[in-house]
């Protein structure tokens, strides 16, 4: 475990905004990279979340970054996610090709889809 801490506590345009930051000049376990990273968290009419890296190294650095939520629902197999219909997304689970989605999101096994450029509002649908 590796400890945040706070950089900034601020309101803007009347939403409470906290952000940490988490410098590891040594890299952090399993991840041998000089990096800082600060996560802000908005809270206001929408609750906002934003991950950023910065490289403390003299070298090049690619990574990949993903904010991963989580949803208690009766049974994954019988939501459907709403609101996605048209979305682009890139299929991890074959060959990282790309895709457009065509209707509700249905949960039938393994799901590991990047959906790109969204800024609309999603809709879990759980019948139970």
């Known amino acids: 475990a590796v400890d945040w801490e706070i950089d900034d506590i601020a309101e803007e345009d009347g939403d409470l905004c906290v952000s ?10 399993g991840w041998p990279h000089p990096a800082a990273l600060r996560m802000l968290f908005r809270f206001g009419e929408r609750l906002t979340l934003r991950l950023t890296s910065e490289n403390l ?14 949803f208690a629902v009766s ?11 048209g979305a682009r997304y890139i299929e991890t ?6 895709r457009t989605q065509h209707g509700a999101v249905r949960v039938k096994g393994e799901l590991d889809r990047i959906y790109l450029g969204l800024e609309r509002d999603l809709l879990i649908k759980d019948p139970r």
């Open 93 to 98: 689970l074959d060959n990282w090709e790309e």
């Open 75 to 85: 049974d994954s197999r019988e939501i459907a996610i709403e609101g996605l219909e």
């Open 57 to 70: 190294g003299s070298k090049p650095l690619v990574l990949s970054q993903a904010l991963h939520t989580y």
């Open 20 to 29: 940490f930051r988490l410098d590891a000049p040594d890299g952090l376990p």
